[in-house]
């Protein structure tokens, strides 16, 4: 079934790389060799996952990236494109290493990341600006996309010609890295974490009572903030309100890894279709928690059947959508019988 509101264009501009993934006990420490259990090869990249979130939440998807002249570019594309991915913009880089991310995870089902670019550093900003302001043209309730695992210049020069197509912009700012206040002011919502939120206030945010906090100082120079708490859910504001949503209790976490991205992908997907920001965070904590359940990050991602949002979605809109959306202690119930 076709949703109503899938002219709602997507735009998402960032990485994507091969995931190796090793499953280990423990972090080893300095000069310590330990065992992985397994290895899996997977599609991933901040920005190829949360084009993926979006998509299979029936998201209307343009991805603007690079990748390599390699097998592991291919790959990625065919996985993009399977989803429902447009992959039209994404650049091929004659003898480019596509970019890999080499992840651990640990029997906690917490993680530890190190990226390697490779392309992912040669998108320009001339043509990630040209080719926002071609896809945003003429399009109601647009949304860009972006976070941080891309040069300063391109972050912001994306952020800036959605701001001059009249597109919302999303920043994910993961990794942290320092931009103008110029370029954060522009962002509805600017979306973090808690290590991520703690670099931008300059203190320790590591819960929901800190997160509240850190939101109203963050709120006061940006147009609308996300901060993420793990399994104490979101908490939000924009100039008007404020509030928090909380997680359903998982049972076992097999994986973390992605599950911010399974976040920002449903947010970005039901501020295009419409919703407020409060009913997008809604919908953005329920998939970060199915996608908990397990193992890696695209292959970990709900589609809209898997949260009970299928039907009222495609035939009702989002906000019928979200007055008829199950309660977490519900949608926890039927996400462990899945």
Request: aromatic share 4%; hydrophobic share 45%; glycine share 8%.
């Amino acid at each position: 079934m076709t949703s109503t509101y899938a002219s709602a264009s997507i735009i998402v501009v960032g990485s994507a790389n091969q995931d190796y993934i090793v499953r280990v006990s423990t972090p080893p420490g300095l000069g310590e060799t330990v065992l992985a259990k397994n290895l899996l090869k997977q599609p991933g990249g901040k920005g190829a996952n949360q084009a993926v979130a979006a998509a299979r939440l029936r998201g209307n998807v343009s991805f603007i990236a690079s990748v390599g002249d390699d097998a592991d570019g291919a790959f990625l594309l065919r996985e993009l494109r399977s989803e429902g991915v447009d992959t039209t913009n994404v650049e091929i880089i004659n003898r480019g290493r596509t970019g890999i991310a080499l992840v651990s995870v640990y029997d906690s089902g917490e993680n530890s990341i190190t990226v390697v670019p490779g392309t992912n550093f040669a998108l320009t900003v001339e043509r990630v600006e040209q080719t926002i302001l071609r896809l945003a043209q003429g399009k109601d309730n647009a949304v860009m996309v972006v976070q941080a695992e891309l040069l300063t210049g391109i972050i912001e020069t994306s952020i800036l010609a959605a701001e001059k197509s009249g597109a919302r912009s999303i920043l994910n700012l993961a990794p942290y890295q320092p931009l103008r206040k110029e370029i954060i002011a522009l962002c509805d919502p600017l979306v973090v974490n808690e290590v991520e939120a703690s670099s931008l206030v300059g203190w320790p945010v590591f819960n929901a009572a800190t997160a509240a906090q850190a939101i109203e100082q963050i709120r006061r120079f940006t147009r609308s903030v996300v901060i993420t708490i793990g399994p104490e859910g979101a908490s939000w504001a924009d100039r008007q309100s404020s509030g928090h949503v909380p997680a359903p209790f998982v049972e076992e976490v097999v994986d973390t890894t992605g599950a911010g991205d399974a976040f920002v992908g449903a947010l970005a997907t039901f501020l295009a279709k419409g919703a407020t920001l409060e009913e997008a965070v809604k919908v953005g904590v329920q998939a970060g928690t199915f996608a908990v359940r397990k193992p890696g990050a695209q292959s970990s991602y709900p589609t809209l059947s898997d949260l009970g949002l299928d039907e009222t979605v495609a035939v009702a809109g989002p906000a019928k959508a979200m007055a008829k959306i199950q309660p977490l202690h519900e949608l926890d119930r039927d996400l462990r019988e899945k």
